[in-house]
């Protein structure tokens, strides 16, 4: 929800200038809907109108501790002149002079290839501005080719996954539709199929929390592959080390993009000697989520490190080193345990 201060203007009448109030605007969906106003007097008395019409507008008042709000049945015309009045005594004049904020826009949606699996489990919307919590479902989807919205492909999850700061939205494909071992999927079959062109459409209705909208639909086209039922592995991986005594990155391939998401706080570095000594420094995702680098904060002795792998790490159809999401996560795999999720290097 908005608020924008209104721009009371000199109010007089019989040559008497009355007291001015300080209304706000509480818009929307980037409309205006009502007005709040400092007011504690008889409801009954208050009425919205426009500047030159004594006929009220359509609308109800209700209170808020010491605020009054007005909610009209139509939201504010933009420019327009209005006026509250109190019996016929004039309150104020206001208009709505609108927004002159940036819209939110869309910076990134992952995965950032335009080729996926047919069994991709999850995408991401990176907005620059934090985003409204409701509505997501009604307002973001999956298009066909022919731009037909496909119903369900979309897991509706509620809450809707965003991070803290609502900036980042997490949408999950079906899963049920996913594994092939249960109902959904023997029903519905999955929700995208191979070899097919599909887009993510977000509507230009979907607002940011300050109320402004898109404005524009925006559409992510992507098409589909074979699906990818094979776990990452490790050993193909290729790990570039840096020189001794340099400030250059450490960078890692992975082969295959992987699931943004399941990148955050998954890796770490340490020495194999000097008692395990982990090394400070940032980790960056590499374009296409195919890699990632790693900056160290000083730069780098000669010796031998570790490259500290999560295992939970997932690729785009939700596998990670440990198991196929296909698989029984009940049944317990006593060999995984003894695995070392670690790569190592040198410099020199």
């Avoid at 990818?228 to 960078?251: F, H, I, Q, Y």
Wanted: with cysteine; charged share 25%.
């Amino acid at each position: 929800m908005k608020k924008y201060y209104l721009t009371p203007l000199l109010v007089l009448s019989c040559f008497v200038a009355t007291a001015q109030l300080s209304p706000e605007f509480i818009l929307e969906e980037g409309k205006a809907v009502a007005i709040q106003f400092p007011y504690t007097g008889d409801l009954k008395r208050l009425s919205v109108g426009l500047q030159n019409n004594p006929k009220p507008i359509f609308g109800h008042f209700l209170t808020e501790g010491d605020k009054t709000i007005f909610r009209a049945a139509i939201p504010f015309a933009e420019g327009q002149e209005y006026v509250i009045r109190e019996g016929e005594k004039l309150l104020a004049n206001f208009r709505f002079e609108g927004s002159n904020e940036p819209p939110p826009m869309v910076l990134a949606v992952y995965p950032s290839s335009n080729i996926v699996p047919a069994n991709q489990l999850k995408m991401y919307v990176k907005f620059d501005q934090p985003m409204r919590a409701d509505g997501v479902y009604e307002h973001i989807y999956v298009a066909d080719e022919n731009g037909r919205r496909l119903p369900g492909a979309i897991l509706p999850l509620q809450p809707a996954l965003w991070n803290a700061d609502n900036t980042i939205l997490t949408l999950w494909f079906d899963p049920g539709k996913i594994k092939r071992d249960l109902q959904p999927n023997q029903m519905h079959g999955t929700p995208l199929q191979p070899g097919k062109r599909y887009s993510l459409v977000i509507e230009g209705v979907f607002s940011s929390q300050k109320g402004d909208q898109l404005g524009q639909r925006f559409s992510r086209p992507f098409s589909t592959g074979d699906d990818d039922r094979e776990k990452p592995d490790l050993e193909t991986w290729k790990l570039v080390a840096p020189s001794a005594g340099s400030n250059n990155a450490l960078t890692v391939q992975f082969g295959e993009p992987m699931d943004f998401g399941s990148l955050d706080g998954k890796f770490g570095i340490k020495r194999e000697s000097a008692n395990g000594q982990v090394i400070d420094g940032v980790f960056e995702i590499i374009a296409g989520e195919a890699g990632l680098t790693f900056k160290s904060a000083k730069p780098w002795l000669a010796g031998s490190y570790v490259l500290v792998v999560d295992p939970t790490i997932e690729d785009l159809a939700g596998n990670n080193l440990q198991r196929l999401f296909d698989e029984d996560t009940t049944v317990e795999n006593p060999e995984l345990a003894k695995q070392d999720w670690q790569l190592r290097f040198t410099t020199r």
